[in-house]
């Protein structure tokens, strides 16, 4: 079992930047590969970021791509999320989830890849 705790959200301008926490408890960390979802509402949660155990190798949405970036320190088994030029359309309830492998597969960019998850933290973003 793992236990994931986000942190971090909050109400920030167009254009300002924000810095996610997920902390992991449980088995060793770098077991995991680990992946943000966001999800607005009305609307499906969505993929945002995915980084491998290791952190060797991180994918990206093409709507967040150059702008956000994943990043983990298996230390202290905490993964973030550190997001510039935030848009309105970033606003959202931000997830961690963790995959039950170390390695991206096909399924991380889905929902479905991942065997735990956060509570969520809620980031707003004013025009």
């Known amino acids: 079992q793992v236990q994931l705790v986000e942190s971090g959200g909050g109400l920030v301008q167009a254009g300002g930047s924000l810095r996610l926490s997920c902390a992991a408890s449980g088995r060793t960390f770098s077991s995991y590969a680990m992946g943000w979802f966001r999800q607005a509402p009305a609307k499906e949660r969505e993929f945002v970021a995915a980084i491998t155990g290791s952190g060797g190798y991180t994918i990206y949405a093409d709507s967040v791509k150059g702008r956000f970036t994943i990043s983990r320190d298996n230390t202290k088994s905490t993964v973030y999320l550190q997001a510039n030029s935030l848009k309105p359309e970033d606003t959202a309830v931000y997830y961690c989830?963790?995959?039950?492998?170390?390695?991206?597969?096909?399924?991380?960019?889905?929902?479905?890849?991942?065997?735990?998850w956060g509570q969520g933290t809620e980031v707003t973003v004013s025009s």
């Open positions: 989830a963790a995959q039950a492998r170390p390695v991206l597969v096909a399924a991380t960019m889905s929902a479905s890849g991942y065997a735990y």
